[in-house]
């Protein structure tokens, strides 16, 4: 739920993500807890399909805030051009703080057609247990929540970047 002062969000839309990469976008997020894990999954363009898992390294190092490495972030958009792919979700983690995007969040948001997908690792950081995973659409600084429902019959692939 959104705390005062912040813009409200209304819920519309539907990231549909398998199980598989529902599971390595949260252990990734466990896995790099206090730091900020973040990454993307790319997809065929136009489909809205989340299916190539490629996880990145947060360059900050830090635990409130990610950045990509602007030499990996290049090689990665240039591949996925190779592949006719484009990023279907944009993921990151925050490890103090609800799964909601910050005003940082919302200002970086350049790409108009990604899922935004946050993790929150607050409760149990990278202890077993569950996480807050929730999706947002960022547009023009407008965020809007959007139900999540994984699926089990998608095909996924992982890889790691940097």
């Not at 739920?1 to 409200?8: D, E, H, I, L, Q």
């Not at 919302?106 to 935004?116: K, S, V």
């Not at 995973?133 to 998608?154: A, L």
């Amino acid at each position: 739920m959104p705390s005062a002062g912040r813009a409200p969000h209304r819920l519309g839309g539907v990231l549909r993500i398998d199980q598989a990469t529902y599971d390595g976008i949260v252990e990734h997020a466990k896995r790099d807890h206090p730091v900020e894990a973040c990454g993307m999954v790319a997809g065929p363009i136009g489909s809205d399909r989340p299916v190539r898992l490629i996880e990145m390294v947060n360059a900050a190092g830090s635990p409130t805030f990610y950045e990509y490495d602007s030499t990996d972030l290049l090689r990665l958009y240039r591949e996925m051009d190779d592949r006719d792919e484009e990023p279907v979700v944009i993921y990151h983690s925050h490890t103090a703080t609800e799964a909601y995007p910050s005003v940082t969040d919302i200002n970086l948001a350049a790409e108009p057609g990604a899922h935004y997908v946050l993790v929150s690792t607050t409760e149990h950081g990278n202890n077993p247990g569950p996480v807050e995973f929730r999706s947002y659409r960022i547009i023009d600084g407008v965020v809007t929540e959007e139900e999540v429902i994984v699926v089990d019959n998608e095909s996924t692939s992982t890889e790691e970047t940097g």
